[in-house]
């Protein structure tokens, strides 16, 4: 039983480009969120998805698309990377009782 | 909107002494309030919830309504506490759940 994978663990992008986020869970849980974690300012939740079919926005969407594929896989994407948003980006799946199991995080410098 | 506040970003404390990570949230309905931790280099997990009124690893939490506040406590802290802290509120009927900004806590031997 993984809980919540995400790839990829580090990443390293030049200002300007783009890339996906993936993660996925084994868990049957319906939602899934992305946050960012930033020193001093705790974890900001940037998108999140209730069920399949359904995102919304969170405290921080700007420069950042979802996709939920299906139940499993929710990706996060950055169109335009921007030294800004250099962080440690964290997957999470909530189940019935609300306990959100966390992804290992991943590591994200814009150069 | 909901929103959750955790005043101290570091609490240093010694080993034995007690300890109070102070949490305080706003949110017009009944919340689900939670606890959650990170020890150095491992995931994010759930240490307690309002609900379950339960003590995990000697720590509790209470909801206190009326302050609005929902601060957790230790009464005689151990190194292995030593961790970021996360206090989370999330709202009914499948609301989103949102975190606050975290507390380091450091307990010296």
Redesign the interface.
Known sequence: NAGVTQTPKFQVLKTGQSMTLQCAQDMNHN?M?W?RQDP??????IY?S?SEGTT?K??VPNGYNVSRLNKREFSLRLESAAPSQTSVY?C?S?DRV???F????TRLTVV | AQRVTQPEKLLSVFKGAPVELKCNYSYSGSPELFWYVQYSRQRLQLLLRHISRESIKGFTADLNKGETSFHLKKPFAQEEDSAMYYCALRGGGFQKLVFGTGTRLLVSP
């Open positions: 939602s969120y946050y001093g300012m705790g974890l900001r939740l999140y209730a919304d969170g405290e964290f999470a909530i609300s306990e959100a966390f992804g290992q995080g």
